[in-house]
């Protein structure tokens, strides 16, 4: 079993950073992993992913804006995100794509707003 915890969440202004990090329990360096987003009232979205060999995958409305990294030594993966805008304001989830449901942190709230 896996557990996944994440942090770095916050409130920033538009045009500011964060980063985010996902910390493993479990080892993950042979599962894809990803980060998804939810905000009030919407649907839980797809933001990125990342492959166990690194190849990246991103949301059209993130793309030029974020990153995601994966450091396996240390069984966490990081979403930089720069130029925040208040529409990414959300909970941000990590992901990790074991076979079957997979499994998913708690979530932490990350706000864009003046």
């Known amino acids: 079993q896996v557990q996944l915890v994440e942090s770095g969440g916050g409130l920033v202004q538009p045009g500011g950073s964060l980063r985010l990090s996902c910390a493993a329990s479990?080892?993950?360096?042979?599962?894809?992993m990803g980060w998804y987003r939810q905000a009030p009232g919407k649907q839980r979205e797809l933001v990125a992913t990342?492959?166990?060999?690194?190849?990246?995958n991103y949301a059209e409305s993130v793309k030029g804006r974020f990153t995601l990294s994966r450091d396996n030594a240390k069984n966490r993966v990081h979403l930089q995100m720069n130029s925040l805008k208040p529409e990414d304001t959300a909970v941000y989830y990590c992901h990790a794509y074991v076979p079957g449901p997979g499994y998913w942190g708690r979530g932490t709230q990350v706000t864009v707003s003046p």
């Open positions: 990342i492959s166990s060999g690194g190849n990246t």
């Open positions: 479990g080892i993950i360096g042979n599962y894809a």
